[in-house]
Nanobody, 125 residues
Framework: QVQLVESGGGLVQAGGSLRLACAAS????????MGWFRQAPGKEREFVGAISRSGTITDSTDSVKGRFTISRDNAKNTVDLQMNSLKPEDTAVYSC??????????????????WGQGTQVTVSS
């Protein structure tokens, strides 16, 4: 049974930092590209960033470029999202996802096969 479990969310003031972690089990982790998505109240889920199977290629949406960094450890089956200079508009439920339909990865949520339950990030002004 595949499981993706996020952790590290919480409440932070604007300008602060959080590091989200996603622990994967039940799959051959290195065969999957990993993505991070977020959904704010009343809004559609949106792509935040993704990392290739080897971890050598990453991309992120323009609104977080230069502030968020994605990394993975294939030995530990984990993928992290380091979030710096947080803004109130970053408030959302953040979810990690695993997919193997695209290379190096997809920005589209329907290309991902497995999802975590999400972790809440709240940024106060």
């Amino acid at each position: 049974q595949v499981q993706l479990v996020e952790s590290g969310g919480g409440l932070v003031q604007a300008g602060g930092s959080l590091r989200l972690a996603c622990a994967a089990s039940g799959l051959t982790f290195s065969n999957y590209a990993m993505g991070w998505f977020r959904q704010a109240p009343g809004k559609e889920r949106e792509f935040v960033g993704a990392i290739s199977r080897s971890g050598t290629i990453t991309d992120s949406t323009d609104s977080v470029k230069g502030r968020f960094t994605i990394s993975r450890d294939n030995a530990k089956n984990t993928v992290d999202l380091q979030m710096n200079s947080l803004k109130p508009e970053d408030t959302a439920v953040y979810s990690c996802a695993a997919g193997r339909r695209s290379s190096p990865f997809s920005t589209r949520e329907y290309d991902y096969d497995y999802w975590g339950q999400g972790t809440q990030v709240t940024v106060s002004s």
